[in-house]
Structure formats: structure tokens, C-alpha cells
């Protein structure tokens, strides 16, 4: 019997509850306007098993910002549509020891980023997206997503203003790193592609319905793995010693988690830790995790 079915609602309220306020004590991305502004306290949270059971807790209503959570689908569209090959010219599979957006581990790394899941590795991915505009490539992979997915993503541009306002000196910085040494061919046209991608927004019926596009699809083995590897950034090897589960966070709070041969766990609540993950996210996935291996 599936494992993660066997899971109850009452699970998670109890361990929603557990989890001391002084625990929860973490910051919202202050270079983002709006997602600093978040109640810090709201919360989502969905799995959903392979046979189609559901389990349900919080605000099934909120709409989120994927962010960086994005990562992950923008590599899946690039294999689907453009083959391991040319993504792999443009971007690593290695572990990042550095923060997500490092300018220092691209100049260590001679312009090549590491990986898909820091920014570096994403803002070269949307440099292949097709599409002559940030809009028209926004549109392109929102419209497979949504297809493919069957879900109702959007590009939130209350964000995407609220991004705007801010530049981000550090994401500007690699793209001017990746087009000196020519991973990308412009680095306007990349960096605003990728912020939009980042903007695209939905339920956490959405995030979790758009897990299961990963697990069907003939890449799966390839974005699990670089998810287990780096999708928490310099967090993701402790998490896969202490969870085991390739996960993607985001700086809006979101979290996806994939079971292989099981289901997906989506993960809403804003308050990050250090590295940047979700902390109440990080900590129901623990949990998880533990009761999973112990039925
Ligand atoms: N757009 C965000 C940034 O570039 C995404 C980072 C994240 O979600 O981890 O900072």
C-alpha cells in the first residue's frame, strides 16, 4: 500500500502544532517587496497520492509565487523540447557549496554554472527558452505547464512589479558573468525571461498537480536527481541524508517534494532559515519522511 496514503490530517495539524513559534523565527525575502510583506503565518500544505487520494490542510484559496521553485519544470521543458544535449552544454549537474545566486562560485566555476536549480544554472536555461520576448518564453513554458500539468498557473505581475523595483544587483552580476563567457547570448533578454518565470503563480493544488508532470515524464530519473543534489542549495545534502526525498524550495515560501512510486508533498508558509528554505516546509517534511519509514 502506498505510504504516504496512509497519512492523516490529523498528522499534520499535530505536527503543525508541535512546532514552537520560538522555532519558527526566520526572515521573507527583503529584496522582494511583496513577499516581505506576507502574513507570516499563512500556511498550504497537499499530497497527492499516485491513486489519486488527496490530503488537504490550510488555505487551499492562496495563491503563491513559485520562484525558485520553477527550476525544476523550466530544465523538464528544456529536455522535453531541445534534448539532454544542448541543456547540458549550459548548464552542470554538480552541487553547489555556495549560496543560490553566488557570483563566486560561477567565477570559480570559469562562467559555467553548476547546476539548474541555483540562479546562475537557471537564468543560462532561460536563455534557450524559445521565443523572441521575456513574454513570449514566459507564455511558451506557462502554456505547456498548464497543458501538461493540468493546472492553472498565471503570471503574477504584482510580483513581477515588486521584482522590478528592486533590481538584483546579484542576479544581474551573473548574467553579465555568463554572457562574458558565452553561455549566454543576452543577458537582458535572460534575466528579465527568468524573472518572469519566477513570477508564474498559483494554488497549492497547482504545485502539487504540476509534481506529478515531473514523475510521469521520461526525464524523471534525470531532474529527480539534480532535485536530490541541489535543490535545496548548500542545504541539499543534509536533506537527502535526513529526508531522502528530492525537494525544490523557493524564496516565497514554496515547497515540492516527489516520492518516487508514491506521490508528491506541496508546501506553502513563508518564513525561511538561512539557506533560504521554507522552515515550517523543511520540518513537515521531516516528519514525513520519519513516518514513512516507519510504515
Ligand atoms: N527570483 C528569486 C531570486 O532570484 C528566486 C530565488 C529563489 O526562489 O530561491 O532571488
Known amino acids: 500500500m502506498n505510504r504516504l496514503a496512509r497519512l492523516r490530517v490529523e498528522d499534520i495539524q499535530a505536527w503543525v502544532g ?3 513559534l520560538s522555532d519558527r523565527k526566520g526572515q521573507t525575502p527583503y529584496y522582494i517587496p511583496v513577499l516581505n510583506q506576507v502574513h507570516p503565518e499563512v500556511f498550504a500544505l497537499q499530497i497527492h497520492c499516485l ?7 490550510g488555505d487551499e484559496t492562496l495563491t503563491f509565487p513559485l520562484m525558485s521553485v520553477i527550476k525544476p519544470f523550466l530544465l523538464l521543458y528544456l529536455l522535453t523540447h531541445l534534448g539532454e544535449d544542448a541543456v547540458f552544454r549550459c548548464v552542470g549537474k554538480q552541487a553547489s557549496s555556495y549560496p543560490f545566486n553566488s557570483l563566486t562560485q560561477l567565477q570559480e566555476d570559469c562562467g559555467f554554472p553548476r547546476n539548474p536549480m541555483i540562479n546562475s544554472g537557471a537564468i543560462a536555461l532561460a536563455d534557450l527558452l524559445g521565443g523572441e520576448t521575456p513574454e513570449s518564453r514566459c507564455e511558451n513554458l506557462l502554456l505547456w505547464l498548464n497543458k501538461m500539468g493540468n493546472c492553472q498557473l498565471f503570471l503574477d505581475r504584482s510580483v513581477l512589479e515588486s521584482v522590478h523595483s528592486c533590481p538584483n544587483v546579484h542576479n544581474q552580476a551573473l548574467s553579465l558573468e555568463l554572457e562574458k563567457n558565452g553561455y549566454i547570448s543576452d543577458r537582458y533578454l535572460a534575466l528579465e525571461t527568468y524573472n518572469q518565470i519566477c513570477c508564474l503563480s498559483g494554488k497549492i493544488a497547482d504545485l ?3 509534481g506529478k508532470l515531473i514523475l510521469a515524464s521520461s526525464f524523471a530519473d534525470i ?3 539534480i532535485m536530490t543534489n541541489c535543490g535545496l542549495y548548500e542545504a541539499s545534502q543534509q536533506s537527502a541524508f535526513e529526508v531522502g526525498f ?3 524550495s523557493g524564496v516565497s515560501g514554496a515547497l515540492l517534494s516527489i516520492v ?3 506521490g508528491v508533498i506541496a ?3 513563508p518564513l525561511l532559515n538561512e539557506q533560504s528554505n521554507s522552515i515550517l516546509g523543511l520540518n513537515l517534511l521531516t516528519h514525513i519522511s520519519h513516518f514513512i519509514k516507519e510504515n
Open 18 to 20: 508541535e512546532m514552537h
Open 223 to 225: 531532474v529527480l536527481e
Open 260 to 262: 518516487s512510486d508514491e
Open 246 to 248: 528530492p525537494t525544490k
Open 51 to 57: 491513486e489519486g487520494e488527496i490530503l488537504s490542510w
Open 208 to 210: 502539487a498537480s504540476l
Open 267 to 269: 508546501c506553502y508558509s
